[in-house]
């Protein structure tokens, strides 16, 4: 079957989980950006929300410079797109059976509270297998659903600290600075997706569920290199090498012409070395015999990273890293967000997209990197809390009497 073949008969990916219900429990950003990506994909997320616990991510992050509104914030617009949302509270013995009678019509629950908070409600996965005996529950606490540490709670950072992250970045001489970003919650979110959509054709065979046990701590530990393997073979504890590497030279971030620019160069064989140095039109460095192996130049490393410097930071950095890719060298230029958004074509212009909110924002959200067929996923406006309980109670529950105003 040919390509265009499969882009006639296959559904767009907003439609390809049609009919698949999740009732999300989700918050933050590592569980909501995974039920996002369901979202996307044409499935039915109903966000749980409660005025009395809001979603922590209304409430902070970047947003207009003085405006507190709940739709304001860009990091819940970012991670909650394609999805309704509901309020209810779980403190109440009337909304406590709205969930379970909602339970009772959806193919999947989510979570990412500590470990045993669904099992305190009586929402672990032992209670609502009983209410309906094909749902698929996934929980992402940071250290999983059993152990000594199943309670324990951490933000991206703190998760990327326990993992390990830390220790191996930054400079030797300086204390750890970690990754930045809060990288664990938009990489566990992508196992989560997988480990899902696993489990939903597994039941579309054998009508079976399952429970789904995703640690953000071990998926984050999981994206290290060779540190825990060399430890485990030789004892070491690897050192903070800045932007070096044991199997490059140079290897790193170099200066390029104007104010904090930079470009990423990393060499990988001697013969890239001698393309570098007539590149750079240095036929002093060619010759030189102790730069003519990786060996050498890791022992004259600051003099590789000096030479190196002082000829991309007389250089545009755009220009710097055609030359260098031109002559086989691997090279990048370190990006900025205006760099990414406007020079960057195909990531301004492809992965993110603009979207309106009818309370009157406008927002670039971020597409899923994932084409089907060629097709990009397409986002939508996050929604206001508790915009959807009309439908949801009255349409999806038929109780044409509940209350549905705030709750």
Request: aromatic share 8%; hydrophobic share 35%.
């Amino acid at each position: 079957m040919s390509s265009d073949d499969r882009s006639v008969s296959s559904p767009p990916p907003g439609k390809m989980l049609s009919g698949v219900r999740v009732l999300d429990f989700c918050w933050l950003i590592a569980g909501s950006f995974t039920t996002r990506i369901l979202a996307d994909f044409g499935a039915e997320v109903i966000k749980i929300e409660s005025y009395s616990r809001l979603d922590r991510i209304r409430e902070v992050g970047p947003r207009p410079e003085g405006d507190d509104h709940l739709d304001a914030a860009g990091v819940f617009a970012d991670c909650n797109s394609n999805k309704m949302c509901i309020t209810l509270d779980l403190n109440t013995p009337k909304d406590m059976q709205t969930v379970k009678e909602l339970v009772a019509i959806s193919d999947l629950v989510t979570n990412n509270f500590t470990g045993d908070r669904m099992d305190r409600w009586g929402l672990g996965y032992d209670d609502i297998v009983k209410i309906n005996p094909s749902v698929i529950a996934m929980s992402m606490p940071v250290m999983g659903t059993t152990g000594p540490w199943r309670r324990f709670g951490a933000y991206g950072n703190g998760v990327g600290a326990g993992a390990g992250f830390n220790m191996v970045m930054g400079f030797p001489e300086r204390e750890p600075v970690g990754i930045g970003p809060l990288y664990p919650d938009f990489t566990g979110p992508f196992l989560g997706a997988t480990a899902i959509f696993s489990a939903l054709h597994h039941r579309n065979l054998t009508g079976q569920g399952q429970f789904i046990d995703l640690a953000q701590y071990q998926a984050s530990a999981s994206l290290l290199d060779t540190e825990i393997l060399d430890y485990t073979v030789n004892s070491r504890i690897p050192e903070r090498s800045a932007n070096r590497s044991p199997h490059s030279c140079p290897h790193g971030a170099f200066r390029a012409q104007g104010e904090d620019r930079w470009i990423a160069i990393e060499v990988t064989s001697d013969d890239q070395w001698l393309d570098l140095c007539r590149l750079i039109e240095r036929p002093d460095l060619e010759a030189s015999q102790h730069l003519r192996t990786l060996e050498g130049r890791k022992a004259h490393e600051d003099e590789v990273e000096r030479e190196v410097e002082s000829w991309t930071s007389q250089r545009d950095r755009w220009d710097a890293m055609a030359a260098l890719q031109g002559a086989g060298i691997a090279a990048g230029v370190v990006e900025n967000i205006q760099d990414a958004l406007e020079h960057d074509q195909r990531m301004g212009q492809e992965h993110f997209q603009p979207v309106h909110h009818p309370s009157g924002y406008d927002r670039m959200v971020h597409r899923v990197p994932i084409r089907v067929d060629g097709q990009p996923t397409m986002a939508s406006h996050h929604p206001s809390i508790g915009e959807h309980n009309a439908y949801v109670y009255g349409e999806v529950l038929g109780d044409s009497n509940i209350d549905t105003a705030l709750r």
